[in-house]
């Protein structure tokens, strides 16, 4: 079994900071490629920024310049800075990892953590 737990979210002022976190534990042979995703009332979950585990990133447009993505693999943890945070930031954050796992070490499945919630207020 592997659980991924996100943390860190909550209500900022526009033009505020917050540092999210993303823990995945369990039976976990490696991880490859983690990321953020969020999802806004009434729209589909949306990619933020994904990070590989030799750490190459790739940030959606609307996220570039603002936050920054990165992680501490000895952790299996990923972070997500967030600054200068719009009120259209506001969503729940979604955390996931590409894990195999000891008995299948060789494939990589996606994980979700249950998400975080984001406010920016105005």
């Known amino acids: 079994q592997v659980q991924v737990v996100e943390s860190g979210g909550g209500l900022v002022q526009a033009g505020g900071s917050l540092r999210l976190s993303c823990a995945a534990s369990?039976?976990?042979?490696?991880?490859?490629?983690m990321g953020w995703y969020r999802q806004a009332p009434g729209n589909q979950r949306e990619l933020v920024a994904t990070i590989s585990r030799g750490g190459l990133t790739n940030v959606a447009g609307s996220a570039k310049g603002r936050f920054t993505i990165s992680r501490d693999n000895a952790k299996n943890t990923v972070y997500l800075q967030m600054n200068s945070l719009k009120p259209e930031d506001t969503a729940v954050y979604y955390c996931?990892?590409?894990?195999?796992?000891?008995?299948?070490?060789?494939?990589?499945?996606?994980?979700w953590g249950q998400g975080t919630q984001v406010t920016v207020s105005s």
């Open positions: 369990g039976s976990i042979f490696s991880i490859n490629d």
């Open positions: 996931k990892a590409e894990c195999s796992s000891q008995r299948n070490r060789f494939t990589y499945y996606p994980y």
